[in-house]
T-cell receptor
Framework: KQEVTQIPAALSVPEGENLVLNCSFTDSAIYNLQWFRQDPGKGLTSLLLIQSSQREQTSGRLNASLDKSSGRSTLYIAASQPGDSATYLCAAISYNTDKLIFGTGTRLQVFP | KAGVTQTPRYLIKTRGQQVTLSCSPISGHRSVSWYQQTPGQGLQFLFEYFSETQRNKGNFPGRFSGRQFSNSRSEMNVSTLELGDSALYLC????????????FGQGTRLTVV
């Protein structure tokens, strides 16, 4: 059974810092891993999708890596801004479950 | 192109009533999945529809049901509402099943009183 864990649960940092958010999964037989952002009371915005054959993906100030052997993915946010404040969720879709299994998220606050 | 559209955005219902939520996926996408999000349980998978067929189902009681139409639009129905059904219901649209990027709507906030 796939279980996805995110650490830390919450993070508060000053503007400009580089951040690393962690995501761990127990079943390494995954199709892909996807990172999302969620603002309070809103839906999920897709940030990055990493296919199982890939090691990393980049979009602007965001970089996500994937290490299937260790069951880990990291989301790196460079030069954080107050507008980055949100909850970040990772989700894995594995061959066994064929559905997105979500972590509990990391709530990020970036203060000026 | 238009994103995933969920209607209504907000709903208030009374215990025992039933409710129907709607999701229109991105044009060309044939798979729609539904999720329930609560503070205590996080995001939980309800079911997935592809080409009008339910192909995957989560661990929810039979009061939760859904369907998909030929234009890929999907509806979700909850009967005999309970207070614990209060949640944000999200739908995700993908081009096909499995290994593709999922795009979510803004959700329907259901409050059961």
């Amino acid at each position: 059974k796939q279980e996805v864990t995110q650490i830390p649960a919450a993070l508060s940092v000053p503007e400009g810092e580089n951040l690393v958010l962690n995501c761990s999964f127990t079943d390494s037989a995954i199709y892909n891993l996807q990172w999302f952002r969620q603002d309070p009371g809103k839906g999920l915005t897709s940030l990055l999708l990493i296919q199982s054959s890939q090691r990393e993906q980049t979009s602007g100030r965001l970089n996500a890596s994937l290490d299937k052997s260790s069951g880990r993915s990291t989301l790196y946010i460079a030069a954080s801004q107050p507008g980055d404040s949100a909850t970040y969720l990772c989700a894995a879709i594995s061959y066994n479950t064929d559905k997105l299994i979500f972590g509990t998220g990391t709530r990020l606050q970036v203060f000026p | 192109k238009a994103g995933v559209t969920q209607t209504p955005r907000y709903l208030i219902k009374t215990r025992g009533q039933q409710v129907t939520l709607s999701c229109s996926p991105i044009s060309g996408h044939r798979s729609v999945s539904w999720y329930q999000q609560t503070p205590g349980q996080g995001l939980q998978f309800l079911f997935e529809y592809f080409s009008e067929t339910q192909r995957n189902k989560g661990n929810f009681p039979g009061r939760f049901s859904g369907r998909q139409f030929s234009n890929s639009r999907s509806e979700m129905n909850v009967s005999t509402l309970e207070l614990g059904d209060s949640a944000l219901y999200l739908c995700a649209s993908t081009f096909r099943t499995g290994n593709t990027e999922a795009f979510f709507g803004q959700g329907t906030r259901l409050t059961v009183v």
